[in-house]
């Protein structure tokens, strides 16, 4: 079944970087659409960026546009998201996702504060 483990959250202050990874496994990763999404205490489960397979361009969402790049290793099966600027409006536990699954891991926090 599909597994995904999510790592690298922290505490950082405004302005640092964090990168976050994610190991999948449990389909056909190399074939999968993989993406990153948060969730702010209080706020509403939200869609950060996409990867397509191999060969075709990733998607963002408005406020991850020049700040976050995400990327994937097929041969490791992960998928990473490396966050620069970060803002205190960045604080949430990400997750990242098999887009052809229901299944959601147990994200891995992120905490931006001075």
């Known amino acids: 079944q599909v597994q995904l483990v999510e790592s690298g959250g922290g505490l950082v202050t405004p302005g640092e970087s964090l990168t976050l990874s994610c190991v999948a496994s449990g389909f056909s990763f190399s074939n999968a659409n993989m993406a990153w999404f948060r969730q702010a205490p209080g706020g509403r489960r939200e869609w950060v960026a996409t990867i397509p397979p191999v060969g075709e361009a990733p998607h963002y969402q408005n406020f991850a546009l020049g700040r976050f790049t995400i990327s994937r290793d097929d041969t490791r099966r992960m998928v990473f998201l490396q966050m620069d600027s970060l803002r205190p409006a960045d604080a949430a536990v990400y997750y990242c996702?098999?887009?052809?699954?229901?299944?959601w891991g147990r994200g891995t926090e992120v905490t931006v504060s001075s």
């Open positions: 996702k098999y887009t052809a699954s229901s299944f």
